[in-house]
Structures are given as C-alpha cells and as structure tokens.
C-alpha cells in the first residue's frame, strides 16, 4: 500500500500529476483545480490510496487527510467509484461534503458531473454521522461570523465574486485566504483584484 508520495511535479494537467520518485516518474490522479494547478518543479506532498483493478492500479492523491478520508468514505459508497469520488472532491472542499451531509441536502452533490439524484441521495444517507470524527475547517461553536466580523465578511463577498466568475467555491476561498495572508488591501475591490491575480496566476501555471 502506498500511503504517500514526495517529490518535484514533473508535468500536470487537469486532475493528475506525474511525481519524481528516486527517478520514477509517478501519475497520481487528484482532484481538478487543486494539486493538478502545481507548476512543474515544485514539490509536493501528498497523502495517497491506491485503487488496484483487474486490469489496472490507480494511485488517488490528496493534499490534506481530510480529502484522503473522505474520499475513502465516498467509495465505500454503493454506485461510488474512485473516479465519481474524486470529481465530488474536485467540485467540494471536505468542509462543504460535512456541511451537506449534516443538512441532508444533496442538492451539491448533484451538481457533480456523474452523480444523478439517487446517487447523491444515497450519499447523504450513507455518509451520516461519518464525517464528525475528521478534522473538518467547517467553523464551530464561536467561530467568527460575517455579522460580527466585518474583515470576514469582506473576504466572503470576495468568494462569493469569484464564483460568480466561474471559478469554485474552494479555489475562491482558498485564494481570497492567500491574498489575506500575502497582504492584500482589505477593501473588497483591491481584495479581489489580488484572489483574481493568484487564481490566473495558478491556472497559468499548470498549462505550461
């Protein structure tokens, strides 16, 4: 079993990664529009399952154990295959699969290219109370929120900008967060400016 894998990115495309492994070059395939944005060169870690087949072995690869989980639970799934599980983890961030099983709505699950009502219900259904245990960024009891933070709720509009223009909802905020970090100016406008410029700036990347 391999478990993880470490090493420069030698080439990337949509949803797969080839990694350099004591000269081997490994395809890993990841969720779309996350890993698969690394530019050839950098290094990468990522935690691993490898789905053996009949007449395959695929190695699934994930930035965080939250994904690695939970895509372990997504297969477990009846009529949930590693390629099904990995395109609901390239459309939802773990956080946003907790959130939707915890309120039973399977409304984000159908909108998963591959996944039809029944499928999504029975996500739902089977996921259920199997998603407490993993260390989820969904906010807790006295996290912040939007009314009592205005920075916050800044920085939610901005997200919510960005995927008024196409891009998902957790490459958005994972780059409003890095603008934020990087010093950003804090005015929405100049916030934006700044997520948009690291978003291309990442796409760009991962077509070379």
């Known amino acids: 079993m391999i478990a993880s ?117 029975l996500i739902v259904v089977s996921l259920a109370g199997k998603l407490a245990e993993l260390a989820l960024s969904a906010p807790g009891p006295g996290a912040p929120d939007s009314a009592s933070d205005p920075a916050l709720a800044t920085a939610e509009a901005v997200r919510d900008g960005l995927v008024g223009l196409g891009w998902g909802e957790s490459d958005a905020w994972q780059a409003v967060q890095d603008a934020r970090e990087a010093g950003a100016p804090a005015d929405s406008a100049g916030l934006l400016r700044a997520a948009l410029a690291l978003l291309q700036a990442a796409r760009g990347g991962a077509r070379r």
């Open 5 to 121: 894998i470490r090493g420069p990115v030698l080439a990337a495309g949509a949803g797969w990664v080839v990694v350099g492994v004591g000269g081997i070059g490994m395809r890993v395939e990841v969720p779309s529009g996350r890993v698969s944005q690394a530019v050839p060169g950098e290094e990468v870690e990522l935690r691993t399952s490898l789905v053996v087949r009949e007449d395959s072995l695929t190695l699934f690869g994930f930035g965080t154990q939250d994904e690695l989980d939970v895509f372990g639970h997504l297969i477990a799934v009846s009529g949930v295959g590693p390629r099904s599980a990995l395109g609901v983890l390239s459309a939802l961030a773990p956080a946003e699969i907790a959130r939707a099983v915890a309120a039973e709505d399977e409304k984000p699950f159908r909108k998963v290219s591959g996944i039809g009502p029944k499928t999504a219900k």
